[in-house]
Every structure is written in C-alpha cells, then in structure tokens.
C-alpha cells in the first residue's frame, strides 16, 4: 500500500499509468468497439479520417484504420508482455545460477551471456524470425532470446551482492536447500530491479516488434502496428493517416510504459523513495 | 523554337549539373528538335544482365529489348510484321518456314548479321539457354542457309506457333563469331552486351543507371530517331512517382508506378496513359490451388472457391480498375479465346452449398476448414491480394493460414508441390500452345520446374485436345480445339483464374512511338523520337 502510495506522488509515472490503462482498456473492449474483424474492408480505400464512416479514415484496402489500432493494440501488448515474460524466465534462472553458485558455472555462464551480447539485439532477432519463419511464437521466441542477457547481467549482479548477506548465510547454515534459499531469500530482495528493468523491457519488445512488422517479419495473420505503417509507407503522400495513427499508437504506449518504469524505479529504489517521503 | 532567356538559364544549369554527374540530359530535345534528345527512363528492379537469349527476367527483357532484335515483330492482334526479316512464307504442309533478311544488317561491334547468326542463334544458343524457346526451337529438324539473307527452317511436325516465337524476348539473335564454341553463360561479352538493335550499351553504373547509345549502322534507315536512353534505377516506389511527375524521367512501364497511383498521374497533363503494348504477355493473376491434396482435390471445392472470390471487387479495390476478370485459363487478349464458358459469378451462396454438400461444415466460430496460404512474396501489391483474398473465403467459412516466405523460397516451394495455395502472375506468350498449355497438360507436370503443371492438374481429354489444337495447321481447326478445351477446364478450375492484370506505360506527352507493337516496352524503339 506504501508503494502504491509512493508511486502515486510520482506525476510522470502516474501519467505513464493513466495512458497504459487507456491502451489496455482499448485492447481488451476491441471486439466490442469493433465488432467486425479488423482485416474486413468496411469502407471505400484511401477513405481520409474524421469524415465518413470511418474515425480514423481507410487504409487501401478499405479497412478501418480505427479497428486495426484497437486489435494492433492486443498484439502489441500480448508479444511485449509475453516475451518479456520469456526473457525474465531465462534471463532470471541464469543470472540466479550464475550468481549462486559462482566459480566456474559463473564464468561458463557468463560467456555464454556476452555471446549473445556481442551479437547486435535486432539483427539477431531478424535472423530468428527469417529462419524459424514469421509466426506469433517465433517472434515472441525471437524477442525473448535477445533480451535475456541484461536481465541475466543484472540477476547476477543482484544474487553477487546479497549472497555474501548475514540472512542469507545464516539460512544456508540452518541446511536449506539451495532452491528455498534463492526463492525464499535472496529473490525476493533481488526482485525490484528486475521488476523495473523488466517493466522498460515491455516496451523495448514492443518496439522491436513493430520494426520485426514493419519489415514484414510479423504474423502475416495478425494486425498489428508495426505491419500497418509498414503497408502504407509507400502511399505516405497521398494517405498520412494510415501510417501517422498506428505512429502515434506505438509512440503513446512505448512512453506510458517507460514513464511507469520510471516511476516504479523511483518508487521501489528504496533511498529516492524514502527521500519522496520525506518531501 | 522559342526559348526564352529564362528558360535557357535553366538549361545551362541542369546542363552544368548533369555534367557533373556524368548523365547527360536531353537538351536537344528540350530546343524543340524533332531528332535527337535523351531518353531518360526507369528499370524496376535493376536487371541482373542484360542479354536476353539467357536471362528472361522482366527488366532483362526491357532494356535488352534495345540491344538484340529478331526475325518478326506483331501488331497488337499477335499478327507478324517485319523485323530483321522483310519477308517470309510457310509452306503449305506448315513444315517449311523460309525467311528473308533485310540487308546490311550489323552488330555493333561492326561485324554483318547473316543467316549463319540467325540459325547458331535459333539451334544452338537458345535451345540451351532460354527456358520458354527450347521447346520451341528445338522442334526445327534443319536449317540452312542457301544465302547469306536467306533462312529456311524445316520442322520436325506442324506447329502452327511457330510464326508467333520470333518476337526479340523469344528468339533475340546473337552474333556466332563471338558464341561460337564457347560456354555461352559463361561468355565474358555477355557484358558487353553486343546485339545488332538500334542502341548499344554504353555504360553500366550499377545500382545507379544503365546508359544506352544510339547504333550507328543500324540497317532501318533514320532510326533511331534518339541518341540515347537511359535507364535510371530507382527501387522506391514514391520516388518513381516523383520522378515522372517532375519529368525527370520520360517514361514509365511494367510495376514502376503502383495501382493506387495510377489514375492520378493519368490526371496530369503532361503525361499520356496506356495499358496497350502487354498483349503479348498478356499476363493471368491467379490463385493456384495444389489439385494433389485435400481439399483441393476436390472439384467442388475449387468452383466454390471460384464463387466465393468477388473479383469485381479485386480489381477495383486492389488493382484499381487496370485489369479486367479472367474468364477461363485463355486470357481475351490472347489468340483462341472462347468466352462461352461456365461463369462463376460473385455468390457466397453457391460457395457453401458446395461446401455443405462435400461435408464441410461449419463450426461454432463459422469457420468450416483452414488451408495454408503461401504468400507471394513479389511486393505489396501481392501482400494486399493475399489480404482481400482471405477475407473473401472467410465469408464462406474458408480460413487462409498465411506462411511467409523469400522469393527463392517461394519457387521452391511451389515447384516442389509443397502448398496448398498461393497466388501466381503467367504469362499467355502470344499463343496458347506457347504460354497456355503448360500450367494444364499433364505431361508438363514437372516436379522442381517454376512455370510447369505446378496444380497437378490432369485430364486425358484436356491433354488431348491441347496437343491436337498445338499441332493444327488451320486457324479455324485451332479455335474449336481450343474452345472446346476451354470449356472442359473451366468446369474443372484446377486454378482460380482472377485477372487479367494490365500495366500502365506512362509516357511524356512529347514522347512518341513509343507502344507500337504487342510486346510493348520491350520493342527496339527505333522509331521512339521527341516531338
């Protein structure tokens, strides 16, 4: 409830909240605001916004560009989260492995992790997806393998720092068993990092996969934002709102999720927070 | 004639900033002379090579047009006229073809085209390089040369297309003293480039532009009226729109301008629009469905598939009028091509009645089967097909499951037989026996080959009437045989045939002659000039 509160005084971070909310609302209320499929062509094409039957105008083929953001929304934040997702699981069981244990599991570990981190993110994420083929799992799979690393980084520098803690030896000294230690002591203390870290991370995996889209990597059978400014690019002179909106969609959430991440940073770093409270 | 000095000024500026460049701009032209002047155009994509006798690729086929010519050229009902023959006759059996060549005829290194170049082109070159003319060509039982301007063909049996194959895309003429005896793909002229049509490779700066000039011993006497042409690469769609919009460019063919932009640019006034000048491509959109596998196997399926497309809807939302609906596996622009066939009109109704009666029923969410959908990975144009014809199925409770993929792939994938369904653009090639009978006779059904019976379509009857119309030496006898085979395939649908796609040329409106014949763009443009 403290943090709650703390995060409220946070205006950035409430602002990030306010709009995020709005996005997700939009996500799940689509079907009902829309009740047609977002692929139908409803209209005439190139049907330009605030006129007609359609809010946001038509794309070229007719279709609601109003629709397409709505269901781009549920793909957008269905790969951000559930890749992200992917990528704590590794990123976390590693980084925890790595930073346990140490010696030589570390030092394997962490070569493995700098591989990955000399490879640039998005062309790796490229190359996954032209291979493994364009498909919602594949691009999740994609984005989850080139964000783990940090989050390994980080987990480990977090377990590197509490493993050494009088709690901590004190509780591998009364026999438990590794796991119960890493879940039942050190993680807990370890989680609000990697809960801030992870919350930026959402939005970098939108990101990436509205580019992945944009390219044409993305699920050909699914809507989303990326996929609709990278259809309407070339007809750009002619029909700005086909690629402005679905712009403005990506640019809205990236922000509101890195101002919630912001705010959370502030809210569960315990010596900013604290200072908050004095204030 | 009159300049005034403003205008002058501009020119002297241009000029000084395309010799800077290096590309020299028209400015004769631009002095109102009637002779002359720069042809500024644009290929899309830029051509691999330019020698037509091996690379057929579009672009190839374009710039090459210029470059190499051959025996005939065909009006816009497919019918022959002159090009480096002035004469020609068939024999009343339609095994003797006889040719005569005009005189003075020369390459451009300066060396005589004789009716030796003529025959090592047609015997040895293109049955060995050239995919669609080695069926063709290697019908020819002998040639001879009983003079230096005379070319006689005897065939192995009638076939009647024969006459239709000269055009310079099929049967372009190479000089033999240069590919005899050697590996003609591997030929270090072939960047060179060395043919004996109106203009000869000057320049090729590649990713930037290929710089044409004008043949000086060409054999037509005044041509070419231009000096020379140069194609620009530009592989972004809005800026080729700019380009001729601005007058940059001069001239535009094939996909350079997408659909959607189309009809604006016909708006402007100092541009003139045409589809004419495809008619011996006449190029099929269709949707080919894999006759091997369920569902496809199923004829019922296939005609439903057939009635649940709006292909009126497809061509004024997709293609934006340019095209007209494909009745039957002849396109209308081609020779045979019979209209009274079975019509699968626009009726989702139709559609699931036949899917009732296979079985298909549909579940709780509508949705009766889903069939994979292997996306034509050709540009956005065809991403957008794939779109409209998703949601043309899903009506009738059809869901199409798209599978991307590279162009490599796709070729392999479709030549394997391995789809289900994916869209495809066919050329007719002047002649049903040439561009028609390949993707339905079952001989053809050749696994590993693009452009073959890829459906797997077979039909006893429609091989045998295909062959017998091939082979006919009366054009009426033909025209029964092939609508007769028309009507069998179009109960059949082994494919769901969509449209008949046209492509804009776009041309200044100062620029003329420039589509004179069947093959459009691709011809010589001898006669192309500035007024």
């Given at each position: 409830?403290?943090?709650?509160?703390?995060?409220?005084?946070?205006?950035?971070?409430?602002?990030?909240?306010?709009?995020?909310?709005?996005?997700?609302?939009?996500?799940?209320?689509?079907?009902?605001?829309?009740?047609?499929?977002?692929?139908?062509m409803?209209?005439a094409p190139f049907?330009?916004?605030?006129?007609?039957?359609?809010?946001?105008?038509?794309d070229m083929l007719g279709r609601?560009?109003?629709?397409?953001?709505?269901?781009?929304?549920?793909?957008?934040?269905?790969?951000?989260?559930?890749?992200?997702?992917?990528?704590?699981?590794?990123?976390?069981?590693?980084?925890?492995?790595?930073?346990?244990?140490?010696?030589?599991?570390?030092?394997?570990?962490?070569?493995?992790?700098?591989?990955?981190?000399?490879?640039?993110?998005?062309?790796?994420?490229?190359?996954?997806?032209?291979?493994?083929?364009?498909?919602?799992?594949?691009?999740?799979?994609?984005?989850?393998?080139?964000?783990?690393?940090?989050?390994?980084?980080?987990?480990?520098?977090?377990?590197?720092?509490?493993?050494?803690?009088?709690?901590?030896?004190?509780?591998?000294?009364?026999?438990?068993?590794?796991?119960?230690?890493?879940?039942?002591?050190?993680?807990?203390?370890?989680?609000?990092?990697?809960?801030?870290?992870?919350?930026?991370?959402?939005?970098?995996?939108?990101?990436?996969?509205?580019?992945?889209?944009?390219?044409g990597?993305?699920?050909p059978?699914?809507?989303?934002?990326?996929?609709?400014?990278?259809a309407s690019?070339s007809v750009?002179?002619q029909a700005?709102?086909?690629?402005?909106?679905?712009?403005?969609?990506?640019?809205?959430?990236?922000?509101?999720?890195?101002?919630?991440?912001?705010?959370?940073?502030?809210?569960?770093?315990?010596?900013?927070?604290?200072?908050?409270?004095?204030? | 004639?009159?300049?005034?000095?403003?205008?002058?000024?501009?020119?002297?500026?241009?000029?000084?900033?395309?010799?800077?460049?290096?590309?020299?701009?028209?400015?004769?032209?631009?002095?109102?002379?009637?002779?002359?002047?720069?042809?500024?155009t644009i290929t899309h994509p830029e051509p691999?090579?330019?020698?037509t006798?091996?690379s057929q690729l579009q672009p190839t086929l374009t710039v090459g047009g210029?470059?190499?010519?051959?025996?005939?050229?065909y009006d816009f009902d497919l019918?022959?006229?002159?090009?480096?023959?002035?004469?020609?006759?068939?024999?009343?059996?339609?095994?003797?073809?006889?040719?005569?060549?005009?005189?003075?005829?020369?390459?451009?290194?300066?060396?005589?085209?004789?009716?030796?170049?003529?025959?090592?082109?047609?015997?040895?070159?293109?049955?060995?390089?050239?995919a669609r003319?080695?069926?063709?060509?290697?019908?020819?039982?002998?040639?001879?040369?009983?003079?230096?301007?005379?070319?006689?063909?005897?065939?192995?049996?009638?076939?009647?297309p024969?006459?239709g194959?000269?055009d310079c895309t099929t049967?372009?003429?190479?000089?033999?003293?240069?590919?005899?005896?050697?590996?003609?793909?591997?030929?270090?002229?072939?960047?060179?480039?060395?043919?004996?049509?109106?203009?000869?490779?000057?320049?090729?700066?590649?990713?930037?532009?290929?710089?044409?000039?004008?043949?000086?011993?060409?054999?037509?006497?005044?041509?070419?009226?231009?000096?020379?042409?140069?194609y620009?690469?530009i592989p972004d769609a809005a800026?080729r729109s700019?380009?001729l919009?601005?007058?940059?460019v001069?001239l535009t063919q094939w996909s350079d301008i997408e659909q959607y932009d189309v009809a604006r640019l016909a708006k402007l006034?100092?541009l003139d629009m045409t589809t004419k000048g495809y008619e011996y491509f006449a190029p099929h959109l269709w949707l080919e469905l894999n006759?091997?596998?369920?569902?496809?196997?199923?004829?019922?399926?296939r005609q439903?598939v057939m009635y649940a497309i709006d292909r009126n809807a497809l061509l004024k939302r997709v293609y934006f009028g340019l095209g007209k609906i494909a009745t039957g596996p002849i396109s209308s622009k081609t020779r045979f091509y019979e209209k009274?066939v079975k019509q699968y009109e626009h009726?989702?109704?139709?559609?699931?009645?036949?899917?009732?009666?296979?079985?298909?029923?549909?579940?709780?969410?509508?949705?009766?089967?889903?069939?994979?959908f292997l996306v034509t990975p050709s540009g956005e144009l065809y991403r957008r097909v794939a779109e409209f014809l998703r949601q043309s199925l899903?009506?009738?409770?059809?869901?199409l499951?798209f599978?991307g993929t590279d162009v490599?792939?796709w070729i392999?994938k479709v030549s394997?037989?391995?789809y289900s369904m994916t869209t495809n653009l066919v050329y007719q090639l002047g002649d049903p026996a040439v561009g028609v009978s390949r993707s339905y006779?079952?001989?053809n059904?050749?696994?590993?080959?693009m452009f073959s019976n890829t459906a797997?379509y077979?039909?006893?009857?429609?091989?045998?009437?295909?062959?017998?119309?091939?082979?006919?030496?009366?054009?009426?006898?033909?025209?029964?045989?092939y609508?007769?085979v028309q009507?069998?395939v179009v109960?059949?649908v082994p494919i769901a045939w969509l449209l008949e796609q046209d492509f804009p040329t776009f041309t200044?409106?100062?620029?003329?002659?420039v589509t004179t014949t069947a093959i459009g763009v691709h011809e010589?443009?001898?006669?192309?000039?500035?007024?």
């Amino acid at each position: 409830m403290k943090t709650l509160a703390s995060f409220l005084r946070h205006p950035a971070g409430v602002i990030g909240l306010v709009i995020l909310t709005g996005v997700v609302v939009l996500a799940i209320v689509a079907p009902t605001l829309f009740p047609v499929d977002p692929w139908d062509m409803v209209a005439a094409p190139f049907e330009p916004p605030f006129d007609g039957e359609t809010w946001l105008g038509s794309d070229m083929l007719g279709r609601d560009v109003a629709a397409c953001i709505a269901y781009g929304a549920r793909v957008s934040l269905l790969i951000g989260v559930s890749s992200t997702l992917a990528a704590l699981v590794i990123g976390v069981t590693v980084g925890a492995i790595a930073g346990y244990f140490g010696g030589r599991v570390d030092e394997v570990l962490m070569r493995l992790v700098e591989l990955f981190q000399t490879i640039p993110g998005f062309i790796l994420a490229i190359l996954l997806v032209a291979t493994l083929g364009p498909s919602l799992s594949n691009v999740i799979l994609a984005i989850g393998a080139v964000s783990w690393p940090q989050l390994a980084r980080l987990t480990r520098a977090e377990f590197l720092r509490l493993r050494s803690r009088e709690f901590v030896q004190a509780a591998v000294c009364q026999g438990q068993p590794p796991l119960s230690v890493v879940l039942r002591h050190i993680l807990p203390n370890a989680v609000s990092p990697i809960i801030v870290t992870g919350s930026l991370m959402i939005a970098s995996s939108i990101l990436i996969e509205s580019a992945l889209s944009f390219m044409g990597l993305g699920d050909p059978n699914l809507m989303s934002w990326g996929f609709m400014i990278g259809a309407s690019r070339s007809v750009m002179r002619q029909a700005w709102w086909m690629s402005v909106f679905p712009g403005i969609a990506i640019f809205l959430t990236v922000l509101a999720i890195n101002l919630v991440g912001e705010g959370l940073n502030d809210t569960l770093n315990p010596r900013l927070s604290r200072k908050a409270r004095a204030a | 004639m009159g300049m005034n000095r403003r205008e002058f000024g501009k020119l002297g500026l241009t000029a000084a900033m395309a010799s800077v460049a290096g590309i020299p701009l028209g400015l004769q032209r631009a002095a109102g002379q009637t002779r002359g002047g720069t042809l500024n155009t644009i290929t899309h994509p830029e051509p691999a090579m330019l020698v037509t006798a091996i690379s057929q690729l579009q672009p190839t086929l374009t710039v090459g047009g210029k470059i190499y010519e051959s025996l005939l050229r065909y009006d816009f009902d497919l019918k022959p006229i002159p090009g480096l023959a002035q004469s020609w006759s068939v024999s009343p059996d339609g095994l003797t073809y006889t040719f005569k060549l005009f005189p003075n005829i020369t390459f451009h290194d300066g060396k005589p085209l004789t009716a030796d170049d003529v025959i090592f082109s047609m015997t040895k070159v293109l049955p060995e390089t050239h995919a669609r003319a080695r069926p063709i060509f290697t019908r020819i039982e002998s040639a001879e040369a009983p003079d230096p301007l005379t070319v006689v063909f005897k065939l192995k049996s009638p076939f009647s297309p024969f006459l239709g194959a000269f055009d310079c895309t099929t049967a372009p003429i190479v000089p033999k003293h240069i590919y005899e005896g050697t590996d003609f793909k591997t030929n270090p002229a072939n960047d060179k480039a060395i043919g004996c049509g109106p203009f000869k490779l000057k320049e090729w700066v590649r990713g930037s532009h290929i710089h044409l000039v004008k043949h000086e011993g060409y054999y037509r006497a005044g041509e070419p009226h231009i000096d020379e042409i140069i194609y620009r690469v530009i592989p972004d769609a809005a800026a080729r729109s700019v380009a001729l919009e601005q007058g940059t460019v001069k001239l535009t063919q094939w996909s350079d301008i997408e659909q959607y932009d189309v009809a604006r640019l016909a708006k402007l006034p100092h541009l003139d629009m045409t589809t004419k000048g495809y008619e011996y491509f006449a190029p099929h959109l269709w949707l080919e469905l894999n006759n091997r596998i369920a569902p496809m196997n199923d004829k019922r399926f296939r005609q439903a598939v057939m009635y649940a497309i709006d292909r009126n809807a497809l061509l004024k939302r997709v293609y934006f009028g340019l095209g007209k609906i494909a009745t039957g596996p002849i396109s209308s622009k081609t020779r045979f091509y019979e209209k009274n066939v079975k019509q699968y009109e626009h009726s989702p109704d139709k559609a699931k009645a036949l899917l009732d009666e296979m079985g298909l029923k549909p579940g709780a969410d509508g949705k009766r089967i889903t069939v994979p959908f292997l996306v034509t990975p050709s540009g956005e144009l065809y991403r957008r097909v794939a779109e409209f014809l998703r949601q043309s199925l899903l009506r009738v409770g059809i869901d199409l499951q798209f599978e991307g993929t590279d162009v490599a792939g796709w070729i392999q994938k479709v030549s394997n037989w391995e789809y289900s369904m994916t869209t495809n653009l066919v050329y007719q090639l002047g002649d049903p026996a040439v561009g028609v009978s390949r993707s339905y006779i079952s001989s053809n059904i050749r696994k590993g080959i693009m452009f073959s019976n890829t459906a797997g379509y077979s039909n006893p009857e429609a091989d045998r009437l295909f062959e017998e119309a091939a082979t006919a030496t009366s054009d009426e006898k033909r025209q029964e045989l092939y609508s007769a085979v028309q009507k069998i395939v179009v109960e059949d649908v082994p494919i769901a045939w969509l449209l008949e796609q046209d492509f804009p040329t776009f041309t200044d409106k100062k620029l003329k002659n420039v589509t004179t014949t069947a093959i459009g763009v691709h011809e010589t443009f001898g006669a192309v000039r500035f007024e």
